[in-house]
């Protein structure tokens, strides 16, 4: 069975809709609505294939990101932690925390920006982690961890001398000190922190990877992957705003060189794409980098020119196309970011 959309509209109807504008202009982490999500049972896994987990999961982060994409992205934060506790060969560690994360008793995050771009060779290792008896002590600081609250579990990677280890962290360990962020042009609430690592103890029973390289190639297609949704959400939520104004200034708006049915077609043809890599068997890195560029510059085009055809209207703070216009611009500086992407892609083809 497909995810229950009908079930799903109504949890976004009832927690997530109501918020978003103070979600955009206060700050505020709806993290009851991720919560809720877990208990009605959106982020179970069992009885069910990867491809299926892949695609209904990737169907709650569009539906959500149509509506807030500062929350959906919180969601894709949550959706990257339980990627890492379903791949983690640590079986004591899976089997203690998957079922919380699945359930929303606990939600999840990712520190994975960083090493993201440590592998991409674009940054050193923010993180290190001395052996000591029986778990690594990691120090470091991470600039920018998003969905974060009291006791809330994230994945980092640390250098350890000789090579990476990816660890799972709690929020609560009073080693690791957060201080809150919320100066962006948009996505304020994301409950993003920097997060500064002193001495913190990881027992063995939280590392994810003890070769976070290898577990790294291994995760990233579908990190990637569930990033590409936010961008539909917001293109699809752009084509309704520009809808919506369609009669203005007697239908003036139809000379705009860009039109709804022209987005759609787009946003169409990149729904159809993801859909094919996710039904193939093979993780074509290239491929889906490919698709998330591409959406992030159809993203862009979407939020301009729903921008455009609102007129002075979407130009007031607060209106919905100028926040659609910052969440856009975040979705390009997510790691990896469009610059990354352009990197990926060029520097991947030629290794082919
Ligand atoms: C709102 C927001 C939420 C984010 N959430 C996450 C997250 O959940 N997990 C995650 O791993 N990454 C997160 N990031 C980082 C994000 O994914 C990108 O890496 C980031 O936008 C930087 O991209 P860039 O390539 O433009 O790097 P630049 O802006 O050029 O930065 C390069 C590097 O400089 C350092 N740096 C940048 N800004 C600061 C700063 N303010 N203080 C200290 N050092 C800094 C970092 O090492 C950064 O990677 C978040 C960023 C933002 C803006």
């Known amino acids: 069975m497909a995810v229950d959309v009908e079930v799903l509209q ?88 998957l079922p919380l994360l699945e359930s929303g008793e606990l939600l999840g995050a990712t520190g994975l920006s960083n090493p993201m771009k440590f592998y991409a060779d674009l940054e050193k290792l923010h993180l ?40 799972f962290v709690n929020t609560d360990n009073p080693q690791i000190t957060l201080k809150e962020k919320i100066h962006f042009l948009g996505v304020n609430g994301s409950a993003t922190y920097t997060c500064k690592f002193d001495n913190v103890f990881v027992t063995d029973d939280y590392v994810v990877a003890q070769d976070a390289s290898g577990f790294v190639d291994m995760i990233r297609p579908t990190f990637v992957l569930y990033q590409i949704p936010l961008g539909f959400g917001v293109i699809e939520s752009s084509i309704i705003g520009i809808e919506k104004v369609k009669a203005k200034q007697n239908g003036c708006n139809e000379y705009l060189q860009i039109q709804a049915d022209e987005l759609a077609q787009k946003l169409q043809q990149l729904e159809d794409s993801l859909e094919t890599l996710v039904q193939s068997d093979e993780t074509d890195l290239q491929a889906i980098c490919q698709l998330r560029l591409q959406t992030v510059y159809a993203t862009l085009a979407a939020v301009q020119a729903n921008m455009l055809h609102n007129g002075s209207a979407g130009y007031i703070v607060g209106s919905a196309p100028s926040r659609k216009l910052r969440e856009a611009y975040f979705f390009a500086n997510l790691t990896p970011t469009v610059r990354q992407l352009e990197k990926m892609t060029k520097v991947l083809k030629v290794a082919e």
């Open 10 to 97: 109504a949890l976004i109807d009832e927690k997530l809709t109501p918020l978003v504008k103070k979600i955009d202009e206060e700050a505020y982490y709806a993290e009851d609505f991720l919560v809720a999500l877990g208990r009605a049972g959106f982020f179970h896994s069992s009885q069910k294939d990867e491809h299926k987990i892949l695609l209904d999961e990737l169907t709650i982060v569009q539906e959500t990101a149509k509506v807030c994409m500062t929350t959906a992205f919180c969601l894709w934060c949550h959706l990257a932690a339980l990627t890492y506790i379903r791949k983690t060969k640590n079986k004591q560690l899976r089997a203690e925390i």
């Open 128 to 167: 290190s982690a001395e052996r000591v008896n029986g778990g690594y002590l990691v120090n470091g600081i991470l600039p920018a961890v998003s969905n974060l609250a009291d006791n809330h579990w994230f994945g980092a990677v640390a250098y350890n001398g000789e090579k990476e280890v990816m660890l």
